[in-house]
Nanobody, 119 residues
Framework: QVQLVESGGGLVQAGGSLRLSCAASGRSFSIYNMGWFRQAPGKEREFVSATSWIGRSTYYSDSVKGRFTISRDNAKNTVYLQMNSLKPEDTAVYFC????????????WGQGTQVTVSS
């Protein structure tokens, strides 16, 4: 089993920055992709960004491309999401997720961290 714990959310003014962290524990050697999703009130959960656990592949949604950067520290089993130029529409609960054990989709989720961007 893999456990994911997010941190780093908070309240920030528009144009500001936040960095989210997601620490993996347990059978972290079985992870091969980690990503970030978000869910705003009244909306469906949406993909934000992802990174392969080995190699240099990264992925971003069009809405965050150029503003957010995903990175990882394999030694610490941690993935980060640096969020710059934040907008009020970025307000959401952000979830860390992992594809574990050969799963075709994300099958391990964190509890979420709230990000609120004020105008």
């Amino acid at each position: 089993q893999v456990q994911l714990v997010e941190s780093g959310g908070g309240l920030v003014q528009a144009g500001g920055s936040l960095r989210l962290s997601c620490a993996a524990s347990g059978r972290s050697f079985s992870i091969y992709n980690m990503g970030w999703f978000r869910q705003a009130p009244g909306k469906e959960r949406e993909f934000v960004s992802a990174t392969s656990w080995i190699g240099r592949s990264t992925y971003y949604s069009d809405s965050v491309k150029g503003r957010f950067t995903i990175s990882r520290d394999n030694a610490k089993n941690t993935v980060y999401l640096q969020m710059n130029s934040l907008k009020p529409e970025d307000t959401a609960v952000y979830f860390c997720a992992a594809r574990v054990g050969g799963a075709a989709d994300y099958n391990c989720w964190g509890q979420g961290t709230q990000v609120t961007v004020s105008s």
